[in-house]
């Protein structure tokens, strides 16, 4: 036989069938309403209490929250931001990168600077310097200073550096030719005006090709440290951090010093890991004693 169907919750409750009835009528949960009639029996004075007393929700659900639609923007894909992202996704998934992270006193450097700013018509930046050490130390480790074409690693004769200046759409690589055979004063001028043509839409294609090396420097934006993207044909990139105010310890004492990072990205193919570091020291050496850059 088909089993007896469960009774309703409230028939467990005790109350006169007139209760009932004016609970269903006035909307009363019967298991709210305390009886006041014989052996707690709910009764119809206890329905009219409850009814005429605002109910008041022991864990009521938390109240909606209405938020704005979300919002965003769609931006259409510059021409600039298209070849940034084909030519540095193909070098990221295509040239096993490494990297080599050395860190430079930069004590010596701040000073030449400030003498040859003091004397000079053309103030001197640090980067400058580094495009100047790395255009030296390119000479120093022609390996570094060569490209991967498939069939043939090509090492350059020529020292063609390139500088990355930001943009409005992306990034631009404007390129110092020749740069070991040029003064800090000749480099100076040159990426200063890289960076003010660049800044007004004036670059040419010819100023961004050729490069056989890049250099990325992050330091006036405050970044200590980083890794950068190696840039095709190049088989490697210098990533340039700030320079930092830090404790460092010189004949056995602790002292106030001046440490710029320096990270160089390797394409593996073509430079191997003491290559690299050799070329890295070489780049340190010069900055340390900038005076063997002019030589």
């Known amino acids: 036989p088909a089993a007896a169907p469960a009774p309703a919750e409230d028939s467990r409750v005790k109350a006169s069938p007139l209760a009932k009835s004016l609970a269903a009528e006035k909307g009363v949960d019967l298991r709210a309403v305390t009886g006041s009639g014989e052996g707690g029996r709910i009764v119809k ?33 510059s021409q600039m931001r298209k070849t940034i992202a084909k030519r540095l996704s ?46 030296k130390g390119l000479k120093k480790h022609p390996a570094v200073n060569s490209a991967w074409l498939g ?16 943009v409005e759409d992306g990034l631009l690589v404007p390129v110092v030719r020749h740069a070991d055979a040029k003064s800090l004063t000749q ?40 890794t950068a993207i190696v840039n095709p044909p190049d088989s490697c990139i210098l990533a340039v951090g700030g320079i930092q105010s830090v404790p460092v310890v010189k004949n056995g004492q602790v002292v ?16 191997d890991g003491a290559t690299g570091s050799a070329f890295l020291n070489s780049v340190k050496a010069f900055l340390e004693s900038p005076v063997t850059m002019m030589l």
């Open 151 to 166: 069939d043939v690693i090509r090492t350059n004769y020529d020292v063609h550096v390139g500088v990355a200046v930001a």
């Open 187 to 226: 480099i100076s001028a040159e990426v200063k005006d890289f960076a003010q043509r660049a800044k007004t839409k004036k670059l040419q294609p010819a100023d961004w090709e050729g490069n056989t090396f890049t250099i990325s420097n992050l330091g006036m934006f405050g970044i200590d440290q980083f």
């Open 90 to 135: 193909e070098s990221k998934f295509t040239a096993p990168h490494f990297y080599l992270t050395m860190s430079v006193d930069m004590d010596a450097a701040i000073e030449a600077r400030q003498a040859l700013n003091a004397i000079g018509d053309h103030k001197i930046s640090f980067n400058d310097l580094v495009v100047k050490a790395v255009a």
């Open 256 to 271: 106030p010093g001046n440490i710029m990072k320096l990270t160089l990205s390797c394409d593996h193919r073509v430079v």
């Open 45 to 77: 004075r206890d329905i009219e209490t409850a009814a005429s007393t605002p109910a008041v929700a022991s864990s009521a659900a938390p109240t909606a929250v209405s938020y704005p639609s979300s919002g965003y923007q769609d931006t259409p894909i």
